[in-house]
T-cell receptor, first 116, second 113 residues
Framework: DARVTQTPRHKVTEMGQEVTMRCQPI?????VFWYRQTMMQGLELLAY????????DSGMPKDRFSAEMPDATLATLKIQPSEPRDSAVYFC??????????????FGPGTRLTVT | GDSVTQMEGPVTLSEEAFLTINCTYT??????LFWYVQYPGEGLQLLLK?????DKGSNKGFEATYRKETTSFHLEKGSVQVSDSAVYFC????????????FGSGTRLQVQP
């Protein structure tokens, strides 16, 4: 039963600290996404990779957030420095795009981040 | 631009009641349509999908029909259970100029025993 895994599941940190969230996409998937979910804003797309290349990070605050895929089995999302307004649940998702009409996306369990 | 509009929640029903969650969309092209479900403390899970007009997606007793003429993809279930309590998200699939899923704001369903 292939799944997207995320670590850590929970993170509490102080303002100004660096936070790194990790994601292992489903083997063979060619797209990876990072989302942020808050009560106020709902589900926001932060970044999107296809075949490990970043295609869209327009939803991400550039001054403090960065997303990378060092290899096909690992995606990372970093926040430096973190701020209380970054508190949210961060989801990674992976998918396989075969055609416009053949596409599915699977989500990880999320990392709940609290910045105090 | 492309968008998905869902009915405001929460939707509160008694067990065994009939469920409808409305979803309408605005999009260029002919995207696939999806419903995702998020149980408390978990990530989103794909519930069902439809890839072209008049297709019906179904799973776990839930159904939704892709209606191009009304640009809708309403989610229905004939008899809800307490275990169906969750947040439901309607989404547009990728298409020309749209690289990722476009999600609605989500509708919370609460089913009471």
């Amino acid at each position: 039963d292939a799944r997207v895994t995320q670590t850590p599941r929970h993170k509490v940190t102080e303002m100004g600290q660096e936070v790194t969230m990790r994601c292992q996409p489903i083997l063979g998937h060619n797209t990876v996404f990072w989302y942020r979910q808050t009560m106020m804003q709902g589900l926001e797309l932060l970044a999107y990779f296809r075949n490990r290349a970043p295609l869209d990070d327009s939803g991400m605050p550039k001054d403090r957030f960065s997303a990378e895929m060092p290899d096909a089995t690992l995606a990372t999302l970093k926040i430096q420095p973190s701020e209380p307004r970054d508190s949210a649940v961060y989801f990674c998702a992976s998918g396989l795009v075969l055609s416009q009409n053949s596409y599915e996306q699977y989500f990880g369990p999320g990392t709940r981040l609290t910045v105090t | 631009g492309d968008s998905v509009t869902q009915m405001e929640g929460p939707v509160t029903l008694s067990e065994e009641a009939f469920l409808t969650i409305n979803c309408t969309y605005t999009a260029t092209g002919y995207p696939s349509l999806f419903w995702y479900v998020q149980y408390p403390g978990e990530g989103l899970q794909l519930l069902l999908k439809a890839t072209k007009a008049d297709d019906k997606g179904s799973n776990k007793g839930f159904e939704a029909t892709y209606r191009k003429e009304t640009t809708s993809f309403h989610l229905e279930k004939g008899s809800v259970q307490v275990s169906d309590s969750a947040v439901y998200f309607c989404a547009l699939g990728p298409d020309t100029g749209r690289r990722a899923l476009t999600f609605g704001s989500g509708t919370r369903l609460q089913v009471q025993p």
